[in-house]
Structures are given as structure tokens and as C-alpha cells.
């Protein structure tokens, strides 16, 4: 049996698109979905940009095709839309093996706990979602959506978290624990991480500039986004259009720092290295990188570090497309791994927007207008709290 | 797929750090919140990082210590932590401040800590170990899902050892928000008391257990994991006892030929109910244990009870505190652990003896 | 200065949970991060706060941490200074 794990659906919610159609064309056209604050209620709202979805509950409530009565966080709502379209997407059918369901977040519940969060203490109004807080509600919600039952889980490693359920779902192919997996994050924003990551001073207050010399921070974001993993022979028996091969993943932890990584980012390095060795790959094999690039001065420096110790002199392409969507942390794993998709199927790398000076310190410049080119083998990278360091290997899928 | 249990550690609301003893000198508690016995810490970990860490943090390393001690290991090849609520004081910490403070002056430490990750975070810090770091979420699949990979690390040859650890606080706001919508008992009673109480919801509590998973054996070597599952939802009674028969017979056993099934009653009348039920029908010729009188109920409780099994298997001995009905005389040769959270979600953990 | 010095001792002690310090294991002259007292970057954005909370001054870039965090010396008179304005 073939061990060729391909992707046969995608689905995806963010700042730049309801969908996949309209995520590519704001990727193409270069427009970002950062913008004022204007759905989270928030002091901070004049002081900071955010890639919010721009819709209410009940516009998301609507979109998911759900009962409005019952208790909805944004987190789930997001998640239910996007696993909605993979599942559609890949035509996925529970008569035809067994599914499941490997589903990330950072903060669940979070976005409606703190608005409640008074009355669950105080009194008894907002009852309805104090179950809705803990990390795995968005996942069954999801799973009931789609009637899913076979294996739901979760994962949460801050910022890799859904690279990680990505390659968790993988391995559970792999291992014959189930024969389909529905893998990716959800998040929606919240005061909390908003203002979390305000104590770290590492919040641009404009639009964020990853590679850039400049460089003042990140933005948060928000969304989901799913993809549907089967084997190879699988996916051609039942006739379905492949995307691409997920070919190698890893994850390594830098052990340095709970929230910076080491100088020369030894857990990215690590992370991407046992990704092409997994994948039978050397560095001169990859033709573009999507990077984790938040915008940081730490991040972008040490990944920066990291990707000149891996590939040398002959380094890839590479862009940032934080400064599309925003940081959406349990989503942005799998948000990129379906902007690195759409890359490899469109031979097209998207720009790494409002870049304008490359770093002194590891002076690389990212790709910074759209570029077409043939695409065989594409790098993406998340890393989070917690030296939490991983990254993904996809292919262009070749029949056998 | 399976997996040695070379050496465990745990910190619990009963006395557990003392290798002569297992469970034979019983804490009662008349809280409704059963908490863990705090160790000392400053015998395992350095002032310096114990500052910054809350409970939860440090009850996973110590725990996490004290499994890698036992089984003699200096660096696993891997790392994977299950936790339902992750690290719920800071996570309260910076949301009340946040709160009460209208989003200004807030401190970076209480966030950072937040992070589900934290535990597999830190532990991996402080060994300066740079693989494989994994944390599941999932409440009572948590665990589970850490156990499922760790075995799976092991059955692909990425790992030969890994950390695999369970872990859950329970902080005295999160008792009562979940006491009021019922999750927990609002009168106290007392919790060796926890069968038969007719009160609604279950006693509260916590516990940290980690273990050392290898591929091969050792002279350390307390029990062989055969197998684990969940399952999400059953439609019906008959779909439990067919999944349960099912995962059962994947591992070439039957219900009738388990020594001992671990249920995890909780003391809620209405779920316990489903254990009450299997234990008339297809656990029926089995001897029955249970544990949340011990711990209290918590999204990783199970990882406790394999901590439980696991030293039943070595030593030859079920502590009398967990037995409930004593069918087979001999002592276990396999044990079944099953749980369930409000009928929702659901399961499985084998073990043998080796 | 002195006893600005004194009771940051107890302030910094308190905010960053230094349980094994005592106020006058603290030298003002000697420095809080690296080899001094061992404080890192998270410690750094703690004292930000303290300032902002005890003494109303605000420090919008971190990177000005570095040098106004150098010593209890060097942090009293910064403060001694920002105050006086």
C-alpha cells in the first residue's frame, strides 16, 4: 500500500476571504485584510489594526447554517464554515471508511467567556457558555456538523497548533486509525489574546512588515482552516481532484525560551530540516517557503538565522502572508499550508507585502511582487510559545 | 501498536510519592474539591524557574521528574501531554486582571503561562530537549490522544522513549462556575461516600501522572499498554457495550476474559448509571475498581488511573480503597480502563502484565 | 534616592515573585539581568508595568528597557527624573 498522503479539499475563512476563490484573489491582488478594529469591542480599539472576519454572529450564525438558539463561540462558528467546505470540497462520504476530525485552537471558547465571564462568576444569565470555553467544544461542534464520530481530537501548541493537527491527522492515516482526516485550527479573536499580546510589546499598531528592517511587531488575525488528508489510492479510487502531496513534516522545540526563540532559531531549523528529511528531500529541492514571519524583530531574525543555516547561498523564495490575514495562531498553520497549496497548484508565490528593507543582520529579501513560476516543492512554517516549532512539506502531486 | 510503561510518576490528592506505599493510607475529603498533595518543590525543581510557575506547571514537572527518574531515562525522544483545561489560575489570572482593570495595566507572565503547552513546554526546557513536543486538548480525550501518539511514535520508529503525561487543576472558581451548572455537587459529602450519593453532578478534583513509554522492556518495566480508543457520542447503551466489545476483541480479548475494568465513576447518579449498566451486562464476570474517590473528577483523570493499573500490574496488588466487586480471585493479568464524560465522551485503555 | 531604592527593592521582589531574595541580597550597583540577578526579557515587561502602575511612567518601546532596567541605580533615576517633569 502506498504511504502517499494527498490532500483532497480545502476550506478556509479569514480576514481575506469567505472562501478559497476570494482568499486567492485577494492573495493575487495583494490585498490585505488588515485593517481598524471594528467587531471586537475593545479599548484598544483606535490604538491597533486587526484582520477580523468582518461579520457579526448572527451574519455567522447564517453562514454556518446553524440553530441560532444554541450557544455559538466565533471560534466554532469559523471552524464549522471552513471544515463545511473541505469536507464539501474533498466529497467526503461516511459509508466510504472512516473519518476524523483533528481540530486546533489557542483560546477556544475565549471570545465569548470574556464577554460572560462576570456572570458565570456572579450570577446565572449567560449559563449556556461555560462549556463552550474549554478547547475541544469548537471540534465537537464541528464534528457534530458534519457527523463526524469516528476520532475527534485536539490539539493546542500556541502558534503551530494547527500544522500540528495536520501532521497528527496524517499519522493517524498512516497508522490506520482512520481512513480520512478533516485537520486545521480555528480561532476567534478575543480581548484576551489581543491584549496578551499587548503585554508583550510585540503588537504593530500599523500594518506588520515581516523580513523587513523596520519591522514593529505583528497583528493578530482570525479565521479557520481545514484540509481533507486521504491515501493516494483512496483518492483515486473514488475519482477525486488532488491538490498536492503532503510529502514531509516535523516538529521540533528550541528549548530556549517560553515565548523567543534561541539566537539561531536551532527548533526552526530543526523543524524544517527533519521536514525535508522526512520527505526524502534536500534543500535545493524546495522552491518556496512560506515562512512563519509574524513581523517580530525576533521571529523574523532568528527564522531568518534558521533558513541561511538550512539552505545556505542557494535559499528559496520565501514570503510572509501574515501581512495578508494576520496572526490567526491555531489557525495560521493551516491557513498557510492552504496558501502554500494554492501556490503549488497555481505556480504562483504571493508577495510578501509592505516589505520595503531587507535586515541587516541576515540580509535575505522576500519575494515582493506576485511571481510565477513551476512549483514542485513548497516549505511552511508555524512556531509558537513554548519553542513549539513545526513545519510542513507539500508537494505537487505526480500520479503513480 | 504497543507500548512498556517504564516508569511512572504521579501527584494526586492521595499520597503518592512514597514507593513503599500504593494507596494504602486513604485521604477522605469533605470539600466536594479534592486537591493535590503538594510535594515540595524545591527538592525537584530550580528557585529560579520555580518562580514564574503556577501549580499546574510545577505539579507536571515534578510529576514528569519523577517518571524519567524511575525508568532511569535522562532525555525522551519525544514529549506528549493531554490536558482538559490547561493552565486554568492563569488563564483566571489574566482574565479577572484583564477584567477588572478594563484592559490596562496587565503583566506578560499570567499570559504566557496560559498556554496549553506550557507543562510539555517547560519540561522540555529544563532538559533542554529539542524533539517532539505535543499537547492534546481535547477534554476527556485528552489524555487518550496523547496516549494514541505516543504509541504511535513508538510503532513508527520515531521514538524509543517518550514522556507521556496527563494532567488537570482544578481552581476554586472554575468548582463553583461548573457546580453551578450542575458538572459538580453542591452539598458536600464525603468523598469515600462518592457511590450511591443521590445528589446531581460529580465531586471535583485533579492530578498530574506521567509516564516513560518505550518499545522495549526493562527490569523496571510495570505493564504493557495494548491498546487505546474513544469514541465520541454513542447513539444508545448497546452502541457502548458493542464499541467497548469491539476494541476488546481488535486486542484478541473478550469482556469475560478482563481480570479487572476500571470504570470511572464519578459520583453524578445519572452517568454512573452507564457504568452501573455494563458492569450487569458484559462486565459481568469481572472484578470492578474505581478511582475518582481518590482524585475527584478531572479531563485527565484516567491518566491517574493507569497510574493505578500500572502499579496494580508490577506489584500483584489492588489496593482495597478501589475495589467495588471482587469477581476473579486471582490477581490481574489484564486490565480494562473505561471512562466516559457525560456520555459524551468515551474511553478505552488496556493494559497487561508483563 | 535611597529609600526610592529601598522599596523598589520590595517592589521588584514582589512583581517578579523573587522568593529566594531578599532586599538586601540586592546590590543597587550590581545588574538585574544576565549574571547579576538573572532577570530576562518577560522580566523586563514586568517592570514596564510596575513603572506605568507605581509610578506613572510609561515606556513605549521595549528596547528602552535595556538601559533604564541596567540597575536599581540606574531604574530610581530614571524615575527620579520622568517624575520630576
Redesign the interface.
Known sequence: MSSKIVVTGLGIITAIGNNIEESYHSLVNQKSGIGPISILQ???KDNFVLGEVKKSQDELIEMAEVDPQEPWTRTALFGIIAAKQAFNDAGLDKSKGKIGLVSA??V?GMDR??LH??S??HD?VF?AF??TH???DS??KI??QLKI?D????????CSSSL?SIM?GA??I??G?VDKVIAGGTDGLS??TL??F????ILDKDQCRPFDASRRGLNLGEGAAYIVLEREENAKAEGKKIYATLSGYA??????????SSEEG??PF?AMKNALDKGKLSPEDIDYINVHGTGTDNNDLTEGRAMIRLFGDKLPAFSSTKAYTGHTLGAAGSVESIISILSLQNNTMFPNINFKEVINEIGIKPISKVEKKELQHVLTNSF?????DSSLLFSKYVGS | MKAYINGLGAVAPQETLDKDHFLDQVESYNENRLQIIQPNYREYINPKVLRRMSKIVRLGVVSAKIAMEDAGLDQPDAIITGTGMGCQVDTEKFLNAMLENNETLLTPTAFIQSTHNTMGAQIALMLGNNNYNFTYVHRTFSFESALLDSMMMLAENEASNVLLGGIDEITEESWLIKTRIGYFKFDSINSLNLLGDKQTGALAGESSAFFVLSNKKTDNTYAEITGTSTFYKPESIEETQERISNFLSVNKLSPDSLDLVILGYNGDPEYDQLYQNLEETIFNLCSVAYYKHLCGEHDTASAFALWIAAKALKSNTIPEIIVKEKKKQNSPKNILIYNQFRNINHSLILLRQV | MEELIEQLKVQIIEQLNLEDIEPDDIDPEDPLFGNGLGLDSIDALELIVLLEKEYGIKIENPKDGQKIFFSLKSMAEFITENQKN
Open positions: 475593545t479599548i484598544h485552537t489557542t477556544g467567556s470574556e465571564y462576570t458565570f462568576v446565572a449559563n461555560i462549556d474549554h478547547a475541544g471540534t465537537e464534528a457534530d464520530k476520532y475527534l481530537t485536539t490539539i493546542s501548541t500556541a500540528n497528527f499519522r493517524l498512516k497508522n486509525i480581548k484576551f491584549n496578551g499587548n503585554t508583550l510589546m516538529n521540533a522545540n528550541d528549548a530556549f525560551h517560553q515565548t523567543a536551532d527548533g530543526l509558537g510559545f513554548g519553542g513549539n
